[in-house]
Each structure stands twice: as structure tokens, then as C-alpha cells.
């Protein structure tokens, strides 16, 4: 972060060297080692041989298996498949998609969820008041459940969410700027230390095609999704 704009981070933020009781189970966090690209992550997936089978096919100029392999590739729990073949873009299709492993039906959700937030004023999180934000608390909450379940699958490098924060800035009448920030600096420098541990625990019992837990699916009913198609 060049030193001319600076993130005013959270007072009590992540520290991973804090040895508290709020951990989780390391050994069982990588679902798969970080990728370096997505193609390389969407070769993990289950039923990608099938999806190799369709780029053979249209490699030689055919495409008449092309649907028959998509379906094998769902029945075997490929979310990227899933993805491709939405024809409603909703809240439920793309929660499906992304528990199967989907890195853009992860995006599309944490886009929303964030669509809904009002920005305008955001800090970091030390001030916010539980009671009067307790919307904004339960969507910040959401997304960074799901950036930590994409951590887990080790594609947090997948990450075009458009998220502005207040910075400090030495050029500026006002002495600070709205500049756009990653999940990654959302989740490590502006939320409390706890509410990360908090959240990683719960991440930790997630794995590959199941549901997500009962907390997330509680708090993301409530949110409205404008997307479809």
C-alpha cells in the first residue's frame, strides 16, 4: 500500500501468532493446495475429465457430445459445470453452484451481498455499532465466509470484488480517499481479530459439496439478489 493512502485498520485485527483459545483445525484446512491460476483449480474438480472431453471434441471441429459430458460432469458434483449451465442467475442456483466448487458463482455471490451494502461511510468495523449495523455486520459477515471458504479451496487470488474503504491521504483537503481494498485486506486489517477466528471455525467444517452452514444460510435469506438472467 503506498504510504501516501493508508487503510485505517481495525484497532484489534487479525493476528495470526495469538495463541487463544479461538482456533481452528489446521491440519484439515486446505481442501486443495493454492492454485496458481484457475484453470490449474478447475482441474481439481470433480468431473473435469468430462469438461476435457468437451475441449477434445471441439478441438476436432465436433460438439455432439458436448451436453451428454456437461451432465456426466454435473453428476459428478463439477460446480463449474453447474455454473455454466444456469439459466437463472438467483440466489439458490448460485449457492449450489459455488458449495460444488464454482470460483464464479463465489464471486457472484460475494458481489451481491456486497451490491448491498452502503460503503459510503466504512471505516472498519471497530466503528460500527452492533445494534444500529447489525445489517451491514451480518452481510460483511456473509462475504467473508465465503472468501474463506475460497481460501480453503485455494482460490483466494480469485477476487474482482469492487469494495471501497475510507483511507488516510496526505494529498487531500480532507485527509482521506475512498479506495477500492480486496477481501483479503477486508477480512486481515478492518474486521476484529475474534469475528475472523470466529469465522474461520466455521469455515473449517465445510468441505466440497456440502451445505453451508446453518449461520450463512440464516443470514443470506434475508438479503435480497437483484442478478438473474
Same mark, same amino acid.
Given at each position: 500500500m503506498n504510504k501516501m493512502n493508508t487503510l485505517i485498520e481495525h484497532p484489534n485485527k487479525f493476528n495470526p501468532s495469538k495463541n487463544d483459545r479461538f482456533k481452528w483445525n489446521l491440519l484439515a484446512w486446505s481442501i486443495f493446495p493454492v492454485s496458481e491460476n484457475i484453470d490449474q483449480y478447475l482441474e481439481k474438480l470433480p468431473g473435469f475429465d468430462y469438461l476435457e472431453l468437451i475441449s477434445e471434441e471441439e478441438e476436432m471441429g465436433r460438439d455432439i457430445f458436448s451436453k451428454e459430458y456437461l451432465e456426466k460432469a454435473i453428476a459428478k458434483g463439477n460446480g463449474h459445470a453447474m455454473y455454466t449451465q444456469l439459466d437463472q442467475f438467483n440466489k439458490e442456483n448460485l449457492i449450489k453452484s459455488a458449495k460444488f466448487g *464454482?470460483? @464464479?458463482?463465489f464471486v457472484d455471490l460475494i458481489s451481491e451481498i456486497n451490491e448491498k451494502n452502503d460503503l459510503s461511510n466504512f471505516v472498519n468495523t471497530s466503528l460500527l455499532d452492533p445494534l444500529r449495523d447489525k445489517d451491514f455486520f451480518s452481510r460483511i459477515d456473509c462475504m467473508l465466509y465465503l472468501y474463506t471458504l475460497m481460501e480453503? &479451496?485455494?482460490i483466494s487470488f480469485y477476487d474482482p470484488v469492487n469494495i471501497t474503504a475510507k483511507h488516510l491521504e496526505a494529498d487531500t483537503e480532507s485527509s482521506y480517499k475512498y479506495l477500492p481494498i480486496t477481501m483479503k485486506e477486508l477480512k486481515y486489517r478492518l474486521c476484529d481479530h475474534k469475528h475472523i477466528i470466529l469465522i474461520n471455525n466455521r469455515a473449517s467444517s465445510w468441505? &466440497?459439496? &456440502?451445505? =453451508? @452452514?446453518?449461520? =450463512?444460510?440464516?443470514?443470506? *435469506?434475508?438479503?435480497? =439478489?437483484?442478478i438473474c438472467n
Amino acid at each position: 500500500m503506498n504510504k501516501m493512502n493508508t487503510l485505517i485498520e481495525h484497532p484489534n485485527k487479525f493476528n495470526p501468532s495469538k495463541n487463544d483459545r479461538f482456533k481452528w483445525n489446521l491440519l484439515a484446512w486446505s481442501i486443495f493446495p493454492v492454485s496458481e491460476n484457475i484453470d490449474q483449480y478447475l482441474e481439481k474438480l470433480p468431473g473435469f475429465d468430462y469438461l476435457e472431453l468437451i475441449s477434445e471434441e471441439e478441438e476436432m471441429g465436433r460438439d455432439i457430445f458436448s451436453k451428454e459430458y456437461l451432465e456426466k460432469a454435473i453428476a459428478k458434483g463439477n460446480g463449474h459445470a453447474m455454473y455454466t449451465q444456469l439459466d437463472q442467475f438467483n440466489k439458490e442456483n448460485l449457492i449450489k453452484s459455488a458449495k460444488f466448487g *464454482s470460483p @464464479d458463482a463465489f464471486v457472484d455471490l460475494i458481489s451481491e451481498i456486497n451490491e448491498k451494502n452502503d460503503l459510503s461511510n466504512f471505516v472498519n468495523t471497530s466503528l460500527l455499532d452492533p445494534l444500529r449495523d447489525k445489517d451491514f455486520f451480518s452481510r460483511i459477515d456473509c462475504m467473508l465466509y465465503l472468501y474463506t471458504l475460497m481460501e480453503r &479451496l485455494g482460490i483466494s487470488f480469485y477476487d474482482p470484488v469492487n469494495i471501497t474503504a475510507k483511507h488516510l491521504e496526505a494529498d487531500t483537503e480532507s485527509s482521506y480517499k475512498y479506495l477500492p481494498i480486496t477481501m483479503k485486506e477486508l477480512k486481515y486489517r478492518l474486521c476484529d481479530h475474534k469475528h475472523i477466528i470466529l469465522i474461520n471455525n466455521r469455515a473449517s467444517s465445510w468441505n &466440497l459439496g &456440502l451445505q =453451508f @452452514d446453518q449461520e =450463512f444460510m440464516s443470514k443470506i *435469506s434475508s438479503i435480497d =439478489f437483484s442478478i438473474c438472467n
